[in-house]
């Protein structure tokens, strides 16, 4: 495969318990290290069922694809390898960023809500159940996200799940996909495979969404292992007094981000707090230094911090399993210290203990799959739009360093979610755009929804018309889109 050598990386750095070279020793994963053999498998017939679009992933970026999908008429199937919709939404990030542009950093700038449409219909949807506060304003910090969109992460997962079923998507939960057939340039079908057994999935048009480009992979896609962040494992923090946390970060000038909100059903609450880490005890930082423990945290509840990070480098692409299972159980180690020195050194956190773990490590970028165009650094900051825009917008994960010009917005164009030489498959979320740059603003959680949404529609169009992704007239698709509540600017 052209431009990939899978599991290596220029950039490797030994993290302490992983070795450099990413192979394994000790314990039970000697096992890694025995001699390879081979198994010649047999073939066998598969049962086979027929959709109009099949939807590889129901994180972020998957949900609203294929409830985009669905809600154009197409007979849509969703594959989704955990027991629960959300990905990453669910169980690594903070807030979400962002509905709005960043209008509070450029002094006399509009405030506007850039992405709605479903996305917006899910924080709806969760405000009715108490699992969001909405976009309250930030207190402090507001030049890097004017808003803060905090989510209760449990009931994002069960509405979503409900409103994927409500649209008619096909919900196939606990389903690995783990192959592609191909027909030339096109993909005909998927492997997928559950305890209900092994199957093939065909369909006319095949969305992404898996975050490692696993389908684009398979279907023989070009793609980079950039390996250029950090992995990392968050926890959810229970029996914290936030009133003496905040007390404790305020008292030291070490505040650094401040929202308030709904919580626990009482307004003007703390929602998301982040302290600077600069005038903490010695003892604690340079320990969470080592640990790799930042606290941008945000949470929905009292006496709960929804997200403590714990970050480190894998020396090797996250695509390599016996690395990640040895990162997976460095992580569990850090997550215990963590909590320790929160118990030490942090008031409030006395009695602290880990509420909620990720199933496994989450991931910033596994694969980059190659597209038609790959977005640019420019593209970004001078708030470039297409004559093909999808989307608009307005975030930037690097904020202060890199924003997007006077809180305006960018467009990310059709072509850059179109598959390089193959016919009908799309991608949307983290795995698009190469430039750990421009990266750093379209693989926040709000930009992969929307690029779901312009894919899941694209794709339920191209299977109606029966026509590959660049033969999809885009004034049909931008119609859609508006008829659907997506904004655009530019
Ligand atoms: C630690 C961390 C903190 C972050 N903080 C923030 C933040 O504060 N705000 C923000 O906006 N963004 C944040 N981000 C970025 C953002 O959360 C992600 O980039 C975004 O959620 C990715 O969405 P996605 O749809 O590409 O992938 P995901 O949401 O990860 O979805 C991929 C889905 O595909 C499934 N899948 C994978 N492979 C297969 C397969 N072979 N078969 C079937 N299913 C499969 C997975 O189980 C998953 O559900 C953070 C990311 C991380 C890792």
Not at 387 to 404: C, E, K, N, Q, R
């Amino acid at each position: 495969m052209a431009g990939c050598k899978p599991g290596s990386s220029p950039n490797s750095k030994a993290e302490p318990g992983i070795p450099e070279d990413g192979t394994l020793k000790g314990g039970f994963f000697e096992a890694g290290n025995l001699k390879r053999e081979t198994y010649t498998e047999s073939s066998r017939k598969l049962p086979a069922r027929t959709f109009d679009v099949v939807v590889a992933g129901g994180g972020t970026a998957g949900v609203v694809a294929a409830l985009a999908s669905a809600r154009q008429g197409a007979k849509t199937i969703l594959v989704e390898s955990k027991g629960y919709t959300g990905g990453t939404i669910v169980e690594g990030g903070t807030a979400l960023h962002s509905f709005f542009n960043i209008w509070k950093a450029f002094p006399g700038v509009e405030k506007r809500q850039v992405v709605r449409g479903i996305p917006q219909e899910i924080i709806d949807r969760l405000m009715k159940v108490g699992g969001t506060a909405g976009h309250p304003e930030m207190s402090v910090g507001a030049d890097f996200d004017s808003v803060c969109t905090a989510i209760d992460t449990e009931l994002y997962k069960l509405i979503t799940f409900e409103m994927l079923v409500e649209s008619g998507v096909y919900v196939c939960v606990n389903t690995l996909l783990t192959g592609a057939i191909m027909d030339g340039s096109a993909v005909k079908g998927v492997i997928a495979e559950s305890r209900s057994g092994r199957e093939a999935i065909f369909a006319r048009a095949f969305v992404d969404c898996t975050a490692y480009g696993d389908l684009a992979a398979y279907a023989g896609a070009d793609f980079t292992e950039p390996n250029d962040y950090d992995v990392c494992n968050s926890i959810g923090m229970g029996n914290v007094d936030i009133t003496r946390l905040y007390d404790f970060f305020k008292s030291r000038n070490d505040i650094y981000q401040l929202c308030y909100g709904t919580r626990g059903g009482e307004d003007n609450k703390i929602i998301r707090i982040q302290g600077r880490m600069v005038n903490v005890p010695d003892e604690f930082k340079k320990a969470a230094d080592e640990i790799g423990m930042t606290m941008t945290t945000t949470t929905m509840h009292d006496n709960y911090l929804m997200f403590i990070k714990f970050n480190m480098k894998v020396p090797v692409s996250p695509t390599n399993r016996d690395a990640v299972a040895m990162t997976d159980l460095e992580l569990r180690k850090r997550q215990l210290k963590g909590v320790e020195l929160f118990k030490k050194y942090i008031p409030g956190c006395e009695k602290a203990f880990i509420a909620r773990t990720s199933p496994t490590l989450t991931i910033r970028r596994g694969r980059c799959i190659t597209c038609d165009y790959d977005i640019t650094h420019e593209d970004v900051i001078e708030a470039r739009h297409f004559d093909d825009d999808i989307l608009s917008y307005g975030f930037h994960d690097w904020a202060p360093t890199y924003m997007v010009r006077d809180g305006k917005t960018y467009g990310i164009p059709y072509k850059a979610l179109l598959v390089k030489g193959i016919d009908n498959l799309l991608v949307s979320g983290m795995m698009i755009t190469s430039d750990r740059r421009p990266h750093m603003s379209t693989r926040n959680t709000v930009s992969c929804m929307g690029q779901g949404q312009a894919s899941g529609t694209a794709a339920a169009l191209c299977a109606q018309k029966n026509c590959g992704t660049r033969d999809l007239s885009y004034d049909l698709l931008r119609g859609t889109l508006e008829k659907d509540e997506v904004y655009f600017e530019g």
